[in-house]
């Protein structure tokens, strides 16, 4: 079984000070890792993904992830908040092996922007 | 580029009625998710199908039917509506065998169940 923890339902950040949003993973087998940021009344858009290669992966929108296995951490790092930033971000892992791939989300984090 | 397509956008229904959402993937995706996101929650995986053939199964009702057709698309029924049953329905697909299991989702149905 698999299972994700979010640290923080929500998150306020300044504009241009760094968002830092935290992912802890349960599995009992290698995990694929996703990130995937959700605007209000729309679906969820894939930020970046981590699949067994490089452990600092670099996705859209100037955000990155580090997944640190000793941790079991895969937390989402952006420099500098930008406005258009505001959404609920879900940190989700899936089982390398299963024919399916479901993905098993986290609670979500809501980030707030303030200008 | 070509997104997940899932209809309708808005579905109002009330109690014991029945419902059919309908998905089409990515083309030249074969694998189909489902997932339903109540208010405030995260999503959760309902069901799968690869290749017409069911793939996974998570919590989904009895009352809930899915299958994939031949031109890979995919019909969630849900009979027997409940409140409870108020949520977003996310479709997702994927391309079995692509390196990374990344799953490209749409813009959901919201069914409202009065």
């Known amino acids: 079984a698999q299972s994700v923890t979010q640290l923080g339902s929500h998150v306020s950040v300044s504009e241009g000070a760094l968002v830092l949003l935290r992912c802890n993973y349960s599995?009992?087998?290698?995990?694929?890792l996703f990130w995937y940021v959700q605007y209000p009344n729309q679906g969820l858009q894939l930020l970046l993904k981590?699949?067994?290669?490089?452990?600092l992966v670099k996705g859209i929108n100037g955000f990155e992830a580090e997944f640190k296995k000793s941790e079991t951490s895969f937390h989402l790092t952006k420099p500098s908040a930008h406005m258009s930033d505001a959404a609920e971000y879900f940190c989700?892992?899936?089982?390398?092996?299963?024919?399916?791939?479901?993905?098993?989300f986290g609670g979500g984090t809501r980030v707030l922007v303030k200008p | 580029a070509a997104g997940v397509i899932q209809s309708p956008r808005h579905l109002i229904k009330e109690k014991r009625e029945t419902a059919t959402l309908k998905c089409y993937p990515i083309?030249?995706?074969?694998?189909v998710y489902w997932y339903q996101q109540g208010p405030g929650q995260d999503p959760q995986f309902l069901i799968s199908?690869?290749?017409?053939?069911?793939?996974d199964k998570g919590s989904i009702p009895d009352r809930f039917s899915a299958q994939q057709f031949s031109d890979y698309h995919s019909e969630l029924n849900m009979s027997s509506l409940e409140l409870g049953d108020s949520a977003l329905y996310f479709c997702?697909?994927?391309?079995?065998?692509?390196?990374?299991?990344?799953?490209?989702f749409g813009p959901g149905t919201r069914l409202t169940v009065t």
């Open positions: 083309p030249r995706h074969d694998t």
């Open positions: 989700a892992v899936s089982d390398q092996y299963a024919a399916g791939n479901k993905l098993t």
């Open positions: 997702a697909s994927s391309q079995h065998g692509q390196g990374g299991g990344e799953q490209y």
């Open positions: 981590y699949t067994s290669a490089a452990t």
């Open positions: 599995s009992s087998v290698p995990p694929y």
């Open positions: 199908f690869y290749e017409k053939m069911q793939s």
